[in-house]
């Protein structure tokens, strides 16, 4: 491996000829050491000296296909060459707390793999925790919308009206540098002519002119690489051919993005063609600022994902209606009517009696039971006691009206109001102003 990238970085394979490439020093143990020297150091290079494997051009793609795969193991937090993974911003994010590259790591659940963007540029080397861990489907999926709002046809419609002004500006800049040119040109002209009049035994004026010359000579030299350089620069303006592209890429761009056959590998090359690098940071919503090639920056907010346990917990405003009916119905009716009213658990399973027992363990709420001794009622062993009846009697009186009682749970045990004691029968008020003994049974029977 090493000898195939040695190989790929050596010049000779394009038919260069180079000399310098490295500089060799003496360290102060002793040892000497070679160190690698960049291009605009390099004491020699001859292009196309011999036949070549392969051209110039395909060597400098190489370089810098080497280059950027580099990175991704390098200090520099710019992208590295897209993976198979899911993680849309692989290479990409960048830690808002401390700058340094986030890493991906993935969690396998039955739906799939689980992408989580983390930052441990700290951790490791200063024995602390990460600087931030972030879920990476809600950035992902957030990233995606930008990414199609940006493919609008309206909004390119905008971004080529601003190329059309830029194209207006960069002409008329290019007829002020032509005129740069020509004032030179001028210059230098005027320049020979003296020069070409003065009298050569004069030697002082002509040398003098004839060094005023040559400087007029490098200025228009230099006006002119620089008018040049700059066209060249410019001629990345639209074209309309390449405006007729981009408005049907407009239209193609959404689908091709959302198809689910489009591997995550193409979508995240996409992805590196538009964006330079998405900033993370995580308070109390989770901030994402994506800078577009170009410069161009936009900011969103997400909230953060809900935990597991928080994804499953029942819904606010079901859990204010089970606390509405718990005043009148026992936790299996209470059941019955949510489910009568389509609703669901956090779990998206039918309410049971038993999850609105845990419900009300849960978030503190009153049980039917318990509604109804506040209200002033009472079970019926006390209202035995309290009138020296049996529970028989109690049942029978219940039928008949002359007594209220309610079902309080699915235990059976009932819940009874404490009647006047004008509605009671006669022997009732006597035993209650006895204290409630009761009439014992001949013959000692219980």
């Not at 993005?257 to 590998?265: E, M, Q, V």
């Not at 079902?407 to 009732?428: D, H, R, V, Y």
Request: glycine share 8%; net charge positive.
């Amino acid at each position: 491996m090493r000898r195939a990238v040695h190989l790929l970085h050596n010049p000779r394979m394009s038919g260069a000829y180079v000399y310098g490439r490295f500089q060799h020093r003496r360290g102060p143990e002793g040892r000497a050491r070679r160190t690698r020297l960049g291009r605009e150091q390099w004491i020699c290079l001859i292009r196309d000296a011999h036949p070549g494997y392969i051209t110039w051009e395909q060597f400098e793609e190489i370089e810098r296909k080497l280059a950027e795969s580099a990175r991704a193991y390098g200090a520099d937090h710019r992208h590295g060459p897209p993976r198979e993974g899911p993680a849309l911003l692989q290479g990409l994010a960048v830690c808002g707390r401390c700058g340094g590259r986030m890493s991906v790591r993935y969690h396998h659940l039955p739906s799939g793999l689980k992408p989580q963007y983390f930052c441990v540029n700290r951790g490791p080397t200063m024995s602390e925790s990460p600087c931030q861990v972030i879920e990476g489907a809600v950035i992902d999926a957030a990233v995606g919308e930008l990414i199609i709002q940006v493919f609008q046809p309206s909004a390119l419609a905008v971004a080529v009206a601003v190329q059309e002004e830029v194209r207006a500006r960069l002409e008329e800049a290019d007829r002020y540098r032509r005129r740069a040119v020509e004032r030179a040109q001028y210059e230098a002209d005027l320049t020979r002519r003296r020069y070409m009049k003065v009298d050569p035994e004069n030697r002082l004026v002509a040398d003098s002119l004839e060094a005023e010359w040559n400087e007029k000579l490098r200025a228009v030299e230099q006006a002119q690489r620089d008018c040049e350089e700059q066209r060249a620069a410019d001629e990345s303006v639209l074209t309309e051919e390449a405006r007729k592209r981009i408005s049907n890429l407009a239209g193609e761009f959404p689908a091709l993005w959302r198809d689910t056959r489009t591997p995550a590998k193409e979508r995240k090359r996409m992805l590196a063609l538009l964006i330079e690098d998405v900033t993370l940071r995580r308070e109390e919503t989770i901030f994402v600022q994506v800078r577009f090639r170009g410069g161009a920056n936009r900011t969103l907010e997400i909230p953060v994902p809900l935990k597991a346990w928080q994804k499953r917990s029942t819904n606010p405003k079901v859990v204010r209606l089970i606390d509405e009916l718990l005043s009148e119905h026992t936790d299996a009716e209470v059941a019955e009517v949510l489910r009568g009213q389509g609703l669901v658990t956090g779990a998206e399973n039918p309410f049971a009696g038993i999850n609105i027992a845990w419900i009300r363990t849960r978030y503190g709420l009153k049980s039917f039971k318990q509604r109804l001794i506040d209200r002033g009622m009472v079970p019926m062993g006390q209202l035995c006691r309290r009138f020296g009846i049996c529970r028989d009697t109690v049942r029978d009186r219940e039928h008949h009206g002359l007594v209220q009682g309610r079902l309080c749970n699915e235990k059976g045990e009932w819940m009874f109001e404490i009647p006047n004691e004008e509605s009671l029968p006669a022997k009732w008020r006597k035993r209650h102003r006895r204290g409630g003994d009761v009439t014992p049974v001949m013959g000692g029977a219980v």
